[in-house]
């Protein structure tokens, strides 16, 4: 069983950055992929970014250029810096984990995924 714990998120205003971060209590942490979802009000949780074992990352193209996912396998922790926040962005962020490398382009699926955080919340004012 893995627990997964977001922090992070909060209220920030438009062009404005935050770092949300994901505590993982995986004793083989290094060997996951990660994903960072998002999921706004009315709307299904979409994909943001994901970065597997080797250190590759992938982005949604709504983030790219302004959202960067890294790990650090010495703290169990996965992190989302967001920069040039857009009010678009306000929603509740959900970090994933699999213990498995994903084939092709699964990893943009929120059901590649077998362990789920509690959400963050981040709201993004115009």
């Known amino acids: 069983q893995v627990q997964l714990v977001e922090s992070g998120g909060g209220l920030v205003q438009a062009g404005g950055s935050l770092t949300l971060s994901c505590a993982a209590s995986?004793?083989?942490?290094?060997?996951?992929?990660m994903g960072w979802f998002r999921q706004a009000p009315g709307k299904e949780r979409a994909f943001v970014a994901a970065?597997?074992?080797?250190?590759?990352?992938y982005y949604a193209d709504s983030v790219k250029g302004r959202f960067t996912i890294s790990r650090d396998n010495a703290k169990n922790t996965v992190y989302l810096q967001m920069n040039s926040l857009k009010p678009e962005d306000t929603a509740v962020y959900y970090c994933?984990?699999?213990?498995?490398?994903?084939?092709?382009?699964?990893?943009?699926?929120?059901?590649?995924?077998?362990?789920w955080g509690q959400g963050t919340q981040v709201t993004v004012s115009s």
């Open positions: 970065i597997i074992s080797g250190g590759s990352t």
């Open positions: 994933a984990a699999k213990y498995r490398f994903p084939t092709g382009t699964s990893y943009l699926n929120s059901r590649f995924y077998d362990y």
């Open positions: 995986a004793r083989t942490f290094s060997t996951t992929t």
